[in-house]
């Protein structure tokens, strides 16, 4: 149709002649509400990011304490693999109190043994780059 008519009868109905596809040959437009049009754009944009958003894995912390007792420490293991399967990243933290400082090879050893329990199920994020930050000792963790 010409493009005189299409503005007549966008004028006839009260609503705007919207260009959807410039680069076609002929331009193809169509006859609608602008301000309708733009609302449902951005609610779909919206939604789109919303998706985005949950598709990202979060980053969750675990705190040990090195006097842990060994049903504890399973449960806190059970607890990583969850989070895990739920597609999150976990960063196990190793947490020192007062003079356990003076044994951070203890610390290595409790780090070693919680990855010993959840070892079929992550992939370390730094294969070997535990850090000492302060009075922690943490490695990142994620699914296979």
């Known amino acids: 149709m010409s493009s005189r008519d299409a503005q007549m009868i966008a004028r006839e109905q009260g609503v705007d002649l919207v260009e959807i596809a410039a680069n076609?040959?002929?331009?193809?437009?169509?006859?609608?509400?602008?301000?309708?049009?733009?609302?449902?754009?951005?609610?779909?944009?919206?939604?789109?990011?919303?998706?985005?958003?949950?598709?990202?894995?979060?980053?969750?912390?675990?705190?040990?304490?090195?006097?842990?007792?060994?049903?504890d420490l399973n449960i806190k293991a059970r607890k990583i693999k969850s989070f895990l399967e739920d597609g999150?990243?976990?960063?196990?933290?190793?947490?020192?109190?007062?003079?356990?400082?003076?044994?951070?090879?203890?610390?290595?050893?409790?780090?070693?043994?919680v990855i010993a329990l959840i070892s079929e199920e992550c992939d370390i994020v730094q294969e070997g780059k535990t850090q000492f930050a302060g009075r922690n000792l943490s490695v990142g963790i994620r699914k296979k």
């Open 24 to 71: 076609a040959d002929p331009p193809v437009v169509k006859v609608i509400d602008w301000g309708k049009y733009q609302y449902q754009k951005m609610k779909e944009e919206a939604k789109n990011r919303k998706k985005a958003r949950e598709k990202q894995s979060e980053l969750k912390t675990m705190k040990i304490g090195l006097k842990i007792s060994d049903n």
């Open 88 to 113: 999150d990243r976990v960063k196990i933290m190793i947490v020192f109190r007062g003079r356990e400082m003076a044994h951070k090879e203890l610390g290595q050893a409790m780090l070693d043994k």
